[in-house]
Every structure is written in C-alpha cells, then in structure tokens.
C-alpha cells in the first residue's frame, strides 16, 4: 500500500471550497481530471455505501468513513463497479480523505489516498489535475 499527499491553497473559504467538492454540478466538473462524465449515486453520510460510475456505468463503490461537513471527508474504496455490477475487492485500508484547513489567505485542500501500488501512477497523474479544477472553480465561482 502507497500512501499518497497533495494539496492546494485555495483564495475562498472551507465552506465554498467543501461544496465545490461535493455539490453535483461542480463534482462532475473536477472530476473530469479523473475519467470525463464521472458522477457519484448515494449519500455522503456517514457509514454510507457511495458509488462512483464513469459514463458507461463502471466504477468504484466505497463507504463514508469520515464526513466532517467543510473539514474532512474520507472514504474507504470496497470494490469495482462493471456494467453497474459491484465487486468487492481486497485492497485493505485503499482510502481517499479530503481535509480542509482555513488559513488567513483562504483554504488548505490536503489529499491524502493509501492506495495499491498499481494504482499510485494513476493518482500522482491525476490529482493534482483535480485539485486545480476545485481551485479554480473555488477561486472563481459566484
């Protein structure tokens, strides 16, 4: 397992930063840095079964393990979503956390992902792409 950080200084505060994040629309939007068309089902309550599809219904599904409205969400990845069938994987602790620190100039995102290695190019790819769509909708949204 690879433990994995990012993060971004955003110019707005934890709480517009956390509903880029998570809001439908804007979620769609960052995601895009990961696969085009991505959405989630579910709720981000805590103990809740979210599902994470791609336009072709494929995916992953993972449990809230941590929702700390406008400071910290995690999840812990439980398997693969093919043709909207889920398959549990034994990845162990494979978890993503997004935690919001306030600052004086705004908001600190921290990414932190335990991801399996075969997964970490991926990620060291793709996340910082997504964290300068969130800072940049946070930046500039009305």
Do not use: C
């Amino acid at each position: 397992m690879e433990t994995l950080f990012f993060e971004v200084h955003i110019n707005a505060s934890p709480e517009k930063v956390w509903n880029v994040l998570w809001n439908d629309i804007t979620y769609r939007q960052w995601t895009t840095a990961f696969t085009e068309g991505s959405f989630y089902q579910g709720s981000l309550e805590e103990g809740s079964i979210v599902k994470f599809f791609d336009p072709e219904n494929n995916g992953m599904y993972s449990r809230v393990e941590k929702n700390v409205p406008d400071r910290e969400m995690k999840f812990l990845h439980l398997g693969e979503i093919y043709d909207g069938v889920e398959q549990p994987q034994d990845w162990g602790e494979a978890t993503e956390s997004y935690i919001l620190e306030e600052t004086e100039e705004g908001t600190l995102l921290k990414g932190v992902i335990q991801t399996p290695v075969e997964f970490k190019g991926f990620f060291e790819d793709r996340f910082p792409k997504a964290l300068g769509i969130v800072k940049n909708l946070s930046e500039n949204q009305l």
